[in-house]
């Protein structure tokens, strides 16, 4: 079965420092990976997502994740936050074939100035 | 260009009533799927369809009913509400399947007294 941990539950960072949101994922076959953006009181958005190709993908909003197969990682980062990055961040994994999407239990990040 | 509407927005119901939680998209999508969030337990996936008269059971599927009688519409019924039902209600689509990146809408707040 495919699973997700996002081993951070809560994260602080200063306006204008980088972030990376770490990302684990176990799945047998080749992953579809996501990342989702949720801000308070709203549905999830979809910041970028691997499938296959460049291991570095380029997202919305400035965002970027790296695929690295040996250590089962998809980590989101962003070299520089602006305040209006405060939210929940997902992490989510599929799979060819498979009409399960799986959801980790999230990152909230605040943004302090 | 609506997108994924979810209705109503909140609702508070008494243990052991019923209750029919709407979506709707206006995208053509053929893939459908219901999600519950709850604190430090990221989405579970409720119940999915991959297109009109096909439905499937996700994670957590006791205690909720679906059906797919329409491309567009994809209604959760609680038949006998408990507490342990108290979540937020995500709907979310697809063109085509459940490792795609999905269409969420704005989510329901459903409270069990």
């Known amino acids: 079965a495919q699973s997700v941990t996002q081993p951070d539950i809560h994260i602080t960072v200063s306006e204008g420092a980088s972030l990376e949101l770490r990302c684990n994922y176990s799945y047998g076959a080749t992953p579809y990976l996501f990342w989702y953006v949720q801000s308070p009181g709203q549905g999830l958005q979809l910041l970028l997502k691997?499938?296959?190709?460049?291991?570095l993908v380029q997202g919305i909003k400035g965002f970027e994740a790296e695929f690295k197969r040996s250590q089962s990682s998809f980590n989101l980062r962003k070299p520089s936050v602006h305040w209006s990055d405060a939210a929940e961040y997902f992490c989510a994994v599929g799979a060819l074939g498979n009409e399960k999407l799986t959801f980790g239990t999230g990152t909230r990040l605040t943004i302090i100035p | 260009n609506a997108g994924v509407t979810q209705t109503p927005k909140f609702q508070v119901l008494k243990t052991g009533q019923s209750m029919t939680l709407q979506c709707a998209q206006d995208?053509?999508?053929?893939?459908m799927s219901w999600y519950r969030q709850d604190p430090g337990m990221g989405l579970r996936l409720i119940h999915y369809s991959v297109g009109a008269g096909i439905t499937d059971q996700g994670e957590v599927p006791n205690g909720y009913n679906v059906s797919r009688s329409t491309t567009e519409d994809f209604p959760l019924r609680l038949l006998s509400a408990a507490p342990s039902q108290t979540s937020v209600y995500f709907c979310a689509s697809s063109p085509t399947g459940g490792n795609q990146p999905q269409h969420f809408g704005d989510g329901t707040r459903l409270s069990i007294l």
């Open positions: 691997y499938f296959s190709g460049d291991t």
């Open positions: 995208m053509n999508h053929e893939y």
